[in-house]
């Protein structure tokens, strides 16, 4: 069986939830009663009127007429205000710290309060309202972490404008692709960024973006160039150091050499179009179903799907799921690792934390600038407590040892995050021990850009942890496990993970193309959201998700999770990571490749090759045992989880 993790006694005592069975039984009545348990959370927030109808009306069944999902229909809110206005007037937060900066160089800073967070949105709302961006119209967003990208994407909620934020990592052409799809009449920049010690040029990327899109748009009726606005943060700093309240983040490092291509009427500088504008902007009224934001996933077509998310569901489900699934404290100081041009850094970056008033980290730079404790000198240096990153980082870090993360205290860490895939176990173990010096629970939270917030999340203090599986769904979730008929698994089963009932905050539609909405989630099983993994539910109702569909490989008619494959090379010492995807084969149907990076001070050798291969080959021996119908599996010892062969073993025999 797989290690099992429970808080302490102490630990426990203060949390929100403190055991499994606290945990059921609040699952239990957001299932009886959603309306009651929902609208208890929603007088958190500020409703400008109230909803009409029962708290969520969907279809998720395309025979029966538009998939739709809507949430609190009749309200109507602004989620800015929720965040800004109603934390500093209802909860007195307006001094509190809402951001902490920390940029790419060493030394340098800037924080915000709540207070002055609200004071340059309403600046920003105003200067997108005087470039004539109106409710509906869609904002693009190509910034690196820094505050105006929070404050853009407040500015744009507050006048019920539309945010489609694009990665600031992403190409010219990725950011025509999106300009266009999403038809923005305005794009908000900076002149550039460092990552590390690398400069990026974000404008000259930018202006090449509105080349194509002026090229590709030629003589098309009804395209006009957006506008765009720069924030100076590469460049010098205009009238020096000293401009009081200067509504700008300059960098430590300058770059007077910073070459910004400029097209005079069509471009314009944030601290100009700041400076004129009012610091006073009431926010305008939206609809719980208008949209609040686009944001892009890539499509198995190679179409980007623009996800659009909407106002109240979005709001509620982000704001309780980081509030409970953080086990959030008015004291704590939260940093997500996500880059905002991700949805992790839309839901738990911006949204929730600041919707429950948090102190939020906001951190420019890469894990290894400019040394490979970066990370653990800023968790000192801000005291966080909690802290959410990816595996994939966990690894790249774990691969330098231990002696970086030793150098720096910790101390002040409660609760550890794990998002955007699976967490292979030596990696979990590595973040519990060495990161959280074993006394800090980590949640491991599945969830998707589509989804808008966690699906399946333990509760820290009282869901007791099995390294590697998201545990239980959250609170109104309904998770469900169908085989390749669409027949749903009771018990201990693998195949497909879908939803059975639509929750608060997922995309409502794609942007542009809502059949392709309906076909990508809801055709291959009618009536269920199908999120396109694969996922393993265990004896005990614990789920495991086994990675994308798509990334499976199908063996003798059984599904094999890369993802095992994956961690079993893990294990191996010599591996810091390693990735398999599936290759045709001309006798087995498909056969593994698999890439593995080394730990330092390991090189590539014969022997080595042989090692990992008899690692693939243990597995590919049982396999074989499975398909030939023979339960005799030999030693599974060295398996991540030795439980998996006599579960396909059991499959195998209900499916032949
Ligand atoms: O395969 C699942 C994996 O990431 C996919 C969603 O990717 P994206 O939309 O980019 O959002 C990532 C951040 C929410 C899922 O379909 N995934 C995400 N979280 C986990 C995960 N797989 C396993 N465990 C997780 N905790």
Redesign the pocket.
Known sequence: MSDVYEASADARSSAFLRSLSEYQALYERSLQDPQELWGELAKQFHWQTPSTGPFMQSNLNPALGRVSVTCMAGATTNVCYNLLDHNISENRLGDKVAIYWEGNCLGDSRKLTYQQLLNDTCRMSNVLTNQGVKKGDRVAVYMPMIPELVITLLACSRIGAVHSVVFAGFSADSLAERIMDAQCCLLVTADGFFRGEKMINLKQIADDALDRCREREKGSKGFSEPKCIVVRHLGVAPGGPGVPNRPYTPAKRPCPNLQTPWQDGRDLWWHEVMHKAHEEAPPVWCDSEDPLFILY?SGSTGKPKGMVHTQAGYLLHTAVSHRLVFDLRPSDVYWCT?DIG???GHSYLVYGPLANGATCLLFEGIPTYPEVDRFWQIIDKYQVTLFYTAPTAIRSLMKHGNEPVLRHSRHSLRVLG??????NPEAWHWYHRVIGGGRCPIV????????GGFL?APMPFATPLKPGS?TFPFFGVVPAILNEHGEEMKGEAEGYLVFKQAWPGMARTIYGDHRRYEETYFQKFPGFYF???GCRRDSDGYYW?T??VDDLLNMSGHLLST?EVEAALGAHPAVVEAATVSCPHSLKGQTLYCFVTLQAGHTFSRTLVAELRQKGKIMRRILRKIASGDPDFGDVTTLADPCVPSALFADRCRTT
């Open positions: 996933t996500a991700w949805i992790t794990s998002v955007g895939e699976p967490i491991d939270t599945y969830w998707q850009t589509e989804t399946l998201a999120t396109g993994d998700v990675g994308r993802a």
